[in-house]
């Protein structure tokens, strides 16, 4: 059976793409910014766009243009702008209007959407912002609107996303006598989760890697690890690639076989140039390493201030037999772990999404700039696939209880 959703603040659509892969359709979607929606419409055209604040969104607006009942829809996914929430924004408040967005979420299923199921993503900052206060306030609104709702950080590399990913997501549903449920870990992660609500919201037995001796449970699978991402890709030079070439290789894994499937070419393996400088700085960091590698000499002004445990990431090459950190927005070395494995350069888009979990046959539009930020932006698809799975069993469950 094919099931329905639509998605809100829906970026390039990394949610959709992983509910699209467990056999839901993508009825609409709202995004503001214009190259990200553009990117969404290209991978799921019979999704009906809505290019626009969702402060000026309406469910009659939805009702009159999507052309049919949006009342039967079974989910509405979305991840509101997360920059106000995050821990890492320079200062988090209550008073940012970035975290009231989520209201329009809400107002949009009060009007008249009321899906079966809703699903909103965050950042985990948003457990600890205001004392608790503000994510209590968007599970009272969804409690009010008459879901039941439940709450979990989850990680990306527990689903086999090779990237240690750490999100919020918020489950709800309006269907009597389900119960609402989170997808098990199938593979453990490297990294702890040292953020408020880590223990209390994750799934702890996922979380480091077993030790001899351990009560860590036999089942989990290791990590995918970046190597396994994105070792098939044809080598690029800094500030080359291109946006559509040949594979030149066959796949060596199976998520690369997965990451392959139903593709012919290969779109976005292409990068952002850096400065000579910074290619002089990548040659003295090994697999693994970090600005602690690069003469002195050769640091930037800044960092030769900087003690030896500060700034952890910076100007860091991945490890081929690891998982990634988070992907960010701009994938530039002086912020994090973005210098290829065993390549001179920072990975280039397509890398990156991989890194996501997105599928080949998925392409991002825009400058190469605006590629790595939706990339960057998204929900990891195969984390998304997870989850609806379990929403999926939870439908087919309502419907044959009928």
Not at 8 to 29: D, E, K, S, Y
Not at 175 to 193: F, G, K, Q
Not at 198 to 223: I, K, M, Q
Request: overall charge positive; aromatic content about 10%.
């Amino acid at each position: 059976m094919r099931f329905t959703c639509a998605d809100l603040f829906a970026g390039a659509g990394g949610l959709a793409a992983g509910f699209h892969a467990a056999g839901f359709a993508c009825r609409f979607f709202n995004e503001f910014d214009s190259q990200a929606a553009t990117t969404f419409s290209m991978n799921f055209p019979s999704s009906v766009p809505f290019v626009c604040p969702i402060q000026d969104l309406t469910a009659s607006h939805i009702k009159d243009n999507v052309g049919v009942d949006i009342e039967d829809l079974d989910v509405v996914v979305g991840g509101p702008p997360c920059q106000g929430f995050s821990i890492y924004a320079p200062k988090r408040s209550v008073n940012d209007t970035r975290n009231h967005l989520f209201r329009h979420y809400i107002r949009l299923v009060l009007e008249g959407i009321r899906p079966k199921v809703v699903l909103m993503e965050n950042v985990p900052g948003l457990v600890s912002l205001d004392g608790g206060k503000t994510l209590r306030d968007v599970v009272t609104a969804f409690e009010v609107a008459g879901y039941n709702v439940v709450c979990k950080i989850l990680n990306a590399a527990h689903y086999g996303v090779p990237e240690e990913r750490w999100r919020l997501f918020i489950l709800g549903t309006r269907l009597d006598n389900v119960e609402l449920s989170w997808p098990e870990p199938l593979h453990y992660s490297i990294r702890r989760a040292n953020f408020t609500g880590g223990r209390e919201f994750t799934f702890t037995h996922a979380v480091g890697a077993p030790n001899p001796g351990s009560l860590f449970p036999s089942d989990l699978w290791s990590p995918t690890t970046v190597g396994e991402a994105i070792s098939d890709l044809p080598p690029i030079t800094s500030n080359g690639g291109k946006e559509l070439c040949d594979y030149d290789r066959p796949p060596n894994s199976l998520f690369q076989k997965a990451m392959r499937r139903n593709s012919k070419r290969l779109y976005n393996h292409q990068a952002n140039g850096v400065q000579e400088i910074n290619l002089n700085r990548m040659k003295h960091v090994p697999p693994g390493g970090s600005w602690r590698d690069i003469p002195f000499h050769l640091l930037p002004a800044g960092m030769k201030r900087a003690n030896r445990s500060d700034h952890t990431r910076r100007y860091g090459r991945f490890h081929p037999n690891e998982p990634s950190g988070t992907i960010l927005t701009r994938c530039d070395p002086h912020w994090g772990t973005f210098i290829h494995y065993d390549q001179d350069r920072i990975i280039s888009v397509r890398e990156a999404a991989r890194i996501q979990s997105f599928p080949d046959w998925f392409r991002f539009s825009g400058s190469c700039t605006d590629q790595y930020k939706q990339v960057g932006n998204a929900v990891p698809p195969l984390l998304a696939k997870s989850i609806a799975m379990r929403i999926r069993r939870c439908l087919e469950d309502a419907l044959h209880s009928q």
